[in-house]
């Protein structure tokens, strides 16, 4: 019987091995074809922008908008920026997928100012690869330029991780982005690790609270104490703290109690075409987040 045994197991083993192959392989040639799409999608105009609101937690006015990246592709729909984004990285794609994502926000935000919709800041996700490259403050100056962009319209957000992987050099391009008159944030914060001492050399703006935090903040004392420490940290820096993922109005009130300045979830809006909150914020007896119009 220990025979037997051994006879199950090793070919059970060698199934599980045939079975991993066979997903590795997948994903391998998956992954393959994405790349070779992600490089016509930018030519063959696949990628949109979808943009969050942010507003403020005292009074709900809205404050500024995300804007967030979105592939249609031809065959599978709307991918995911989780799913592409890395294999654009490894592709060396993102350089020219970020610029294009900042001069369409910039584009789009300029579009709302003169459609009566001011006052809005707009928020732009950065890739590791782009906080590491020599070309973004020129990138970002030539937009602010063409744009006619003000001080603080335009607000860049980098994770954590980015931002501590070779704090130097992120503190020497943040410092550069900065003194370009852009306002810098610091995204999913508390997911990543992080040195406060660095964390204060910085010159940051603004702390995202991540939503894992957010999203039992009313039951799980571990999430509601990293929430108000968090809070208590950005405030003593002079920083000022956006939650991301606001779902309920519990979680709202909660946020509102302990000082939160900007939220953002579902609560507020999902992410949506520009063409979307341009009519909703067109229409005066909406009770979605409105702009004050000019
Ligand atoms: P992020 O910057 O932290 O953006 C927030 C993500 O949470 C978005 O996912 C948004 O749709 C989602 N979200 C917002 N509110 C809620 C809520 O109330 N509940 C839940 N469950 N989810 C919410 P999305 O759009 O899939 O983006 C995922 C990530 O992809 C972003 O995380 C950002 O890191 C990255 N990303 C998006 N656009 C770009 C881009 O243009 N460039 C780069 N480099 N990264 C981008
Ligand atoms: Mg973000
Ligand atoms: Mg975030
Ligand atoms: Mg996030």
Not at 53 to 73: F, I, N, Q
Not at 111 to 117: K, N, Q, T, V, Y
Not at 144 to 172: C, D, F, H, Q, W
Not at 220 to 243: P, R
Request: charged share 25%.
């Amino acid at each position: 019987h220990a025979d037997t045994a051994m006879y199950h197991a090793k070919e059970q083993g060698r199934n599980n091995v045939q079975f991993f192959a066979a997903a590795m392989n997948t994903a391998a040639s998956e992954r393959l074809e994405l790349e070779r799409e992600l490089r016509q999608a930018l030519r063959q105009k696949q990628f949109e922008l979808y943009y969050q609101p942010k507003v403020r937690t005292a009074d709900g006015s809205l404050y500024g908008v995300e804007a967030l990246l979105r592939w249609r592709h031809p065959k599978f729909g709307i991918i995911s920026p989780l799913k592409f984004i890395p294999i654009a990285e490894e592709a060396g794609l993102i350089e020219t997928i970020g610029a294009w994502v900042l001069d369409e926000a910039c584009r789009q935000l300029i579009a709302w100012r003169e459609a009566g919709i001011s006052g809005l800041t707009m928020a732009v996700n950065l890739s590791a690869h782009q906080l590491r490259s020599p070309a973004l403050a020129e990138q970002v100056l030539a937009c602010i330029k063409y744009y006619g962009l003000r001080e603080g319209e335009l607000e860049l957000e980098v994770t954590e991780s980015m931002a501590m992987n070779n704090p130097e050099r992120a503190i020497g391009q943040l410092q550069s982005l900065r003194a370009l008159g852009v306002h810098l944030a610091i995204d999913d914060f508390g997911t990543g690790y992080s040195s406060l001492a660095y964390l204060k050399l910085l010159p940051i703006q603004t702390i995202k609270l991540d939503r894992t935090f957010v999203r039992d903040i009313e039951t799980d004392v571990n999430d509601a104490a990293i929430s108000t420490a968090t809070l208590a940290l950005a405030h003593s820096l002079g920083l000022k703290v956006v939650a991301e993922g606001v779902e309920t109005e519990a979680q709202r009130q909660f946020l509102a109690r302990h000082g939160c300045d900007f939220l953002q979830g579902y609560l507020f809006g999902k992410p949506e075409p520009a063409e979307v909150w341009t009519q909703r914020w067109s229409e005066p007896t909406d009770d979605a987040p409105s702009p004050v119009s000019s």
